[in-house]
């Protein structure tokens, strides 16, 4: 690919009986770019919501057969549509009338007659709460796949340098099988609160820290931020993961699990590996291209003892400002100075 990723339009269901009324309002959803779908009633909503599921719900509340309260009480009993952003329309504008909206999990009122262009505004707002909650870790509140996505692609659209960091946890699969995935959650928001305070160290421009899942996670920062983020991440995840042991493990450095076969088996403590895809002498043109280096690197990383920092060197940087790379720990280990990489505490 040679450009951005695509983006399809999100799609609006407009539910109200007056015919004239739901043609404007898809009208002019339409014409700010967002697809449109109509239903009648409560059933033909339902209908509708079941064959395709809209990103949003725009709905009357007086509906026939099944009323707008009605409607949105089965939406959030629903598990499928329980997050479903609904905004209700009415004639009546009593507080009573738009709490009981409210209460029965409407996310916006809106009060006839309207401005069609502040009917457009509170969906976008809508769909953009909706995007900011569904793209959030539960469990680091840091941003998730989508927004990580979207910043990969900003930085490689951009032109400007970057430095992609994927980062996760060496020996978390013994940590969950000797503790539990509860205490696992622990060194998982261990690492998050590092990662996060590692980024706020460095200083400007401030790295974008994202959370992919599980005990991986994502580095975006300025290529010359990126050894002392990781520096300081490795540092304090090393004593906070040791704290989180149980301290007889902590004090004879390894946790004793087991393997599938039931038989025991020792691990060493928590460390990080990270893998590093550099963007000054290799071009990206798919933040894909970007992610699939950084993954690999990772593997190679994992390939190491303890907490390591692979980079990619698989580029010609004979032409780069080295001077401000020396200052940050890098070191060549080969006279061949194409084959840089960064020296980890």
């Known amino acids: ?33 967002f697809e449109t779908s109509i239903a009648r009633d409560g059933y033909q909503a339902l209908a509708q919501i079941s064959r395709r599921r809209p990103d949003l719900v725009l709905m009357e509340v007086d509906l026939p057969l099944i009323d707008g309260l009605e409607l949105t009480r089965q939406l959030r009993g629903d598990p499928m549509t329980a997050s479903l ?15 009981a909206g409210l209460t029965v999990g409407a996310d916006d009122y809106v009060v006839k007659p309207f401005d069609a262009a502040e009917v457009v505004a509170r969906v976008r707002s809508a769909l953009r709460r909706h995007r900011e909650i569904r793209e959030v870790s539960p469990l680091t509140g840091l941003p998730g796949n989508a927004r990580i996505l979207a910043e990969i692609a900003e930085w490689v659209y951009s032109g400007e340098p970057f430095a992609l960091g994927y980062v996760d946890i060496n020996q978390f ?19 998050a609160g590092s990662l996060h305070r ?22 975006m920062c300025d290529p010359l931020l ?7 991440a490795i540092a304090e995840f090393e004593t906070r993961a040791a704290a989180l042991c149980d301290p007889h493990d902590a004090e004879r450095g390894y946790i004793e699990s087991h393997d599938r076969q039931g038989r025991p088996i020792q691990a060493k ?23 699939a280096v950084a993954t690999e690197m990772k593997s190679v990383a994992k390939s190491h003892p303890g907490s390591h920092v692979a980079y990619d060197r698989r580029y010609d940087i004979r032409t780069a400002d080295l001077s401000e790379l020396a200052n940050l720990g890098y070191v060549s280990d080969t006279p061949n100075p194409a084959a840089w990489r960064p020296r980890v505490a």
């Open 85 to 99: 952003p609904v905004i209700m329309v009415t004639s009546k504008g009593l507080s009573a009338d738009r709490i």
């Open 269 to 291: 403590l928590p460390t990080l590996s990270i893998g590093v895809a550099l963007s000054q002498q290799r071009h990206f043109t798919d933040p894909r291209e970007a992610v």
């Open 198 to 219: 590692a980024a706020l160290a460095a200083g400007p421009p401030h790295a974008f820290i994202g959370h992919v899942g599980g005990d991986d996670f994502i580095i």
């Open 173 to 191: 699969k013994s940590v969950n099988d000797a503790y539990g995935f509860v205490r696992g959650d622990e060194f998982i928001q261990a690492l």
């Open 226 to 232: 990126v050894a002392p983020i990781t520096r300081h």
């Open 1 to 33: 690919m040679t450009g951005p990723l695509d983006t399809p339009s999100e799609l609006v269901l407009v539910v109200d009986p007056d015919s004239e009324l739901t043609e404007y309002l898809a009208g002019q959803l339409r014409d700010n770019g």
